[in-house]
């Protein structure tokens, strides 16, 4: 919404001159002959007091709507579905719910006494949305308008249910559902799961879904189309709404959203200024390695902070989160208080802390992860840091959105590289976003995991005919090609979890009644599906808490599991030490002065997103003809010169492979620039067709540019390596790419631990009742008796194929894998054989030999390396030493240690006697 002097009023209402009050044809009828419940009523169009009235609360703030607004409104008020597409901050909340209060909303009847309060209406809009956090703040955007809709509008209310819905709340909204509800796909499935279902739900009138690029490539997006299928069918004319800001490819997304209904598409143009820049190093080192924190540049990061009003930091793990905000809080202690820490492991009531104060501007910077990308509204926030690369063009996007989140404030996000070469991903980000290239996101196809939750979620909201139900499932995108045979197989396993478990009554989840209608027979088993609805699987957790105090959040099992009594951790932006653990909780104490680990999570890891990869790729082929037409690329060329003096520079037409002997033995580099994922797949697959030839072993590293591979006995790699990079070809050619990629690894206990998350999303296994903790041992155990019992009883189980499928889809991106192939069929391959190691390969190689020295060898190593290698390239020492080379290891974090001081930075300030409590009081 811009601010104009003379702000316009909004479109004039259906039924106002355009003829839009006159009676649909019968074409436009519901199956029941009745109007579609989305569309206004006939009698009288939308309501003037309700155009009125929002009308002059634009007009208060100064607001003119934009193009895409008025598309929007007038696509809800015709009742039609589709997907509004716009950048951070350029109002798609109200783009959305202003049409949804045009057009259904009603004036209250003549003569109603102005003392006596009506009831609100029922449920009309359901608002999806993929964070708890997001909802409170999406709650509090949606009620700003109902407030200045005035006593002369029959009331609407609103409300939010999610998992931190209070118990009060919730049993008030068991009576009576609000008119808006805001909540997560969870819970819109637990709704679907309740008796009354349809008397809840009937009445709904549209549905929109929020930031719908963050679950459409997930189970979570399948269970939002499964959802909204459901209600569709118990009301034909729903109105179904998507909004997106980072989303590739837009009519695939709206498909998926839609299923087999035409939408509209409406991508909102607002001119927003978008700044991205990089925070460079007085010098880059020529020869950088991986796993780096990037501490080295806190000096700068502290000064770019204290330069801005409000800062996020965000960092790409929960780990380089703690780390970061502990560097910076004993760089500047007077910031304790100032500064906060936010990350999804965190207690609810200290994440709700730290949003506030960001709200409030009472914050100067806060250190975050992905906890923080979403649409939560902070106006205050000026500046974005993102440290270390983001990855992927969309997650730059969505997190330089956070600051300037309004329309006409510019948005900036400064890139804080952790290592040499990715200043280069920086000016290949700022490129590919000025040519519109944004990554696509596919919804996963046919996870019956998610099907056989559905099915008994059905069955217990009022039960469900199979044949009826089998119609409405395949109206969805995800299931669009359902065959009969694996609907039929998901019915055998809801009634009898298949032949293999036939004799187990806790198996029977649902069977059909005297009347052909599925139901749950069991209350235990109805109880039981109630508490493990969804498909968000993570590992187990353990709480932790103070001796005698709150919560203050929790980590993963198998971090804990390798502590001691009285050893300390880092967490919360606290040292803490481990008293006992007790019942699925660690119980703490404050600590100082000791040596602390991080926790680590899993996950953590993220590959580079093909689109980036390959801008990546063009800014080298852009250095290899000299052309260095960025700060980025200016600052990292001495090191992109060595890389093309002794070897070469990797283009779109070439693929650059490496050779180099040493003691260790026969190495060999590739560069496809696809991603870590993808290179662990094809540096298997090489191995593994190398072997072939003659039994050998490898060892292999991989990190996001390329991979190596290590033998112990010399490869004739020039002769070998055409032969070992070809792509099946002929009839079968897929299946015998997919037999060869998984004979290549151990697929076997690969597909074991995806079939742990498939087991707990079909409801072979549950996480418990409240109050009921497992362990993540006690889960394996029962995932790996059930993966064993369907290998030997029932080899026919689909959820087996499905393991297989998904870890070759989501683990090693095998379709990415596929086209990295096809792609390398078509380029040039060059061969350099190397004397010594390149700027490119020199990150491989601490990769894997780090796996096999501790952190203070692997420290010396990379020093000596680095010595002899800037000496040879005719350059002077850069890497500081043994001390600074083991302050930049991130892997020396995992275990006991402290975090190291930047280098540099020296201990002239002593610390306050009373430890700071930059969080609040737990």
Known sequence: MSSP???????????????????PAKSERSAEGRLPPSQPSPRGGRSKAVKTALDAWFAERGWKPFKFQREVWKAIAEGRSGLLHATTGAGKTYAVWLGALLAFARARKAGASANARPVAEPLTVLWLTPMRALAADTLRALQQPLEALGAEVHPWSAGARSGDTSSAERSAQNQRLPTVLVTTPESLSLLLARADAREVLGHVRMAVVDEWHE??????????????????????????????????????AMHALLGREDGVLVQGQVPKKLVIDSLLPGVAERFPWGGHLGLTMLPQVIEEIAASSTTLVFTNTRSQAEIWYQAMLEARPEWAGLIALHHGSLDREVREWVELGLKNGELKAVVCTSSLDLGVDFLPVERVLQIGSPKGVARLLQRAGRSGHAPGRPSRITLVPTHSVEMVEGSAARVAIAAGHIEARHSPEQPLDVLVQHLVTVALGGGFVPDELYEEVRGTAAYEGLSRESWQWCLEFVAQGGPSLAAYPDYKRAVPDAEGVWRVPDARLARRHRMNIGTIVSDASISVQYLGGSKIGSVEESFVARMKAGDCFLFGGRMLELVRIHDMTAWVRRASGKRAAVPRWGGGRMPLSNTLADAVVQQLAQAGEGRYDSPELQCVRPLLEIQQQCSALPTPQTLLAETLSTREGSHLFLYPFAGRHVHLGLASLLAWRVAQHEARTFSIAVNDYGFELLSATEVDWPALLPQVLTLPQGEGAREMLLHEVLASLNASELAQRRFREIARVSGLIYQGYPGEKRSGKQLQASSSLFWEVFRKYDPGNRLLRQAEQELLAQELEIGRLRASLERIATQQLVLKPLARPTPFSFPLMVELFR?????????????????????????????????RVRGTLAFGQEGPGKPPKPVGQRRDRRRPSRPSRPLPPL
């Open 5 to 23: 002097k003379d702000p316009a009023s909004l479109p004039p209402p259906l039924g106002e001159g355009g003829g839009g009050g006159t009676r």
């Open 851 to 883: 796996e096999k020295l501790s952190n203070e060898n692997v420290a010396d190593r990379i020093a000596r390396m680095v010595e002899q290698l800037e000496k040879a390239a005719g350059g002077v020492v850069t890497a500081g030493g043994v001390e």
């Open 215 to 252: 679950l459409l490539g997930n189970k979570r997006g399948v269970q939002v189309q499964l959802a909204l299928a459901r209600l569709k069918r118990w009301n034909p004319g729903l109105a179904v709404w998507g909004m997106s800001a980072t989303l590739g490819n837009l009519h695939e």
